[in-house]
């Protein structure tokens, strides 16, 4: 909390913070509510693992999922898969991540750049 706190003061016009995780972007959302910043007009706040708590905030956080559901469910395929064919196969599989626009990030896109 302090270590953002005196990122949020040494910054003279923060315009978005991207988080590893969720978590960090509570804080910071936190943060920005104690410093009277509001979200997104002063700074947009986006972090990443599309938590449950990232809906409780007011505006709702933005995120990245990463649709862990998905990844287990290919991993468990693919792996009985092998157990049942015998056969060990070097597998690379993508997931692509999603993201979730969210009240707490503003896309400030002229009618021009859509």
Known sequence: ?????AFL???KKPVGILCYHDLIALEVYKTCVEMKLRIPEDVGIAGF???????CTVPEITTVDYRLENM???SFYHLLKQI???KQE?????????LII???SSL??????K
């Open 1 to 5: 909390h302090e270590a953002i706190k």
């Open 9 to 11: 003061s040494r910054v």
């Open 49 to 55: 693992d599309n938590l449950k708590d990232t809906r």
């Open 72 to 74: 287990v469910s290919s």
């Open 84 to 86: 049942r064919t015998g």
């Open 90 to 98: 070097k597998i690379n599989y993508f997931i692509e991540p999603r």
């Open 102 to 104: 969210r009240g707490s």
């Open 108 to 113: 400030n896109i002229s009618q021009d750049e």
